[in-house]
């Protein structure tokens, strides 16, 4: 196949999931539901951290971080997945490409950086509860925030910019939902892999090492807590990290499926509803988990939802 950098501007053919018309009704009405879930659930998460004074704390000022990170993600992806799933037309423009892929790219690694952000936050709540105060200042809160969000983007733009210097083949067809790093490789008609190795180096930047930090400070947790002699006590620790825990799980699983585990029929096949679960599901996900798993923002949602006059005067 021949491919021009000029041709490029004409757009993209996204495949998604043209070859089951059936699932698309279905992932239509599916995937509208959830989008407005999110929408709703992330959106009270940030309303109740930022009107709450008892959660004005790191933990919250971290989490609403995250939710307003899958405000962006979902609607940077979810809006062009459901015109794309309402008829027969499948294009996304070169430059509307462009965006998606470098907004997505830049939120998906941001969201890696802030994770383990937040697992550190819980390593010093649990393992240095006496120095846990002076340690999470609100400078130092603002600094790692901004460390994730902006090692997010770099990354982002690095990407971007390597993936669409590539000549890519004429027929544009993009066998994916969205505008996804590995999707774009594979229509590339010249040898990809430096970008390959490039993105494998990304990968382990971005995911192995953040994941391993995670883990080794959840180890550190783990050691801690198994020290505490009340059995209330070590149930109270292990829940203020179990909702962080399973977000890890849920999002770096469905990361490494789709970037870093080795490519087969098997992966091509179910690759697309990977990519659906931790760009559509799991944002989803997130404000549920925190808000059944922990009472403050139970009870913090209670009041905003059904504030009780004779609470404000007192």
């Known amino acids: 196949m021949k491919g021009t ?17 059936q699932l698309e009704t279905i992932l239509l009405l599916v995937v509208s539901i959830i989008y407005v879930l999110t929408l709703v659930g992330n959106t009270a998460i940030i309303l109740v951290s930022y009107l709450n004074p008892k959660l004005h704390k790191p933990m919250y000022f ?57 697992a550190y936050d819980r390593f010093n709540a649990i393992c240095r509860p006496l ?6 200042h609100p400078k130092l809160l603002r600094h790692l925030a ?14 971007t910019i390597l993936i669409f210097q590539l000549p890519l083949c004429s027929h544009h067809r993009v066998d994916d939902f969205m505008c996804e790093e590995p999707a774009l490789i594979k229509i590339a008609c010249v040898n990809t892999t430096f970008l390959e190795n490039e993105l494998s180096v990304a990968s382990v930047l971005y995911v192995v090492i953040p994941l391993g930090l995670i883990l080794v400070s959840y180890g550190c947790i783990a050691r801690s807590v198994l020290r505490i002699k009340s059995a209330e006590g070590r149930r109270k620790a292990f829940g203020t990290c179990g909702s962080h825990l399973l977000i890890v799980v849920l999002f770096f699983g469905t990361i490494i499926s789709v970037y870093i585990q080795p490519k087969s029929k098997y992966t091509q096949n179910h690759s697309r509803f990977l990519t659906l679960f931790y760009t559509v599901v799991t944002p989803s996900l997130n404000p549920l988990i925190y808000t ?12 905003l939802l059904w504030r009780d ?6």
């Open 5 to 21: 950098n000029s041709s490029n501007l004409a757009g993209f053919i996204l495949l998604g999931f043209s070859d089951q018309p």
């Open 62 to 118: 971290f989490l609403s971080n995250l939710s307003f990170l899958d405000l962006c993600f979902t609607t940077s992806i979810v809006p062009q997945m459901l015109w794309n799933l309402k008829g027969p037309e499948k294009t996304i423009s070169y430059t509307g490409c462009v965006i998606q892929l470098y907004v997505a790219l830049g939120l998906g690694s941001t969201e890696c950086i802030l994770l383990t952000v937040m």
């Open 131 to 136: 120095h846990y105060g002076v340690i999470m």
């Open 146 to 159: 901004a460390v994730a969000w902006i090692s997010g983007f770099v990354e982002s733009t690095v990407q």
């Open 292 to 303: 059944l798993r922990n009472k403050e923002v139970k009870w913090a949602l209670r009041r």
């Open 309 to 314: 006059p004779r609470q404000e005067e007192m």
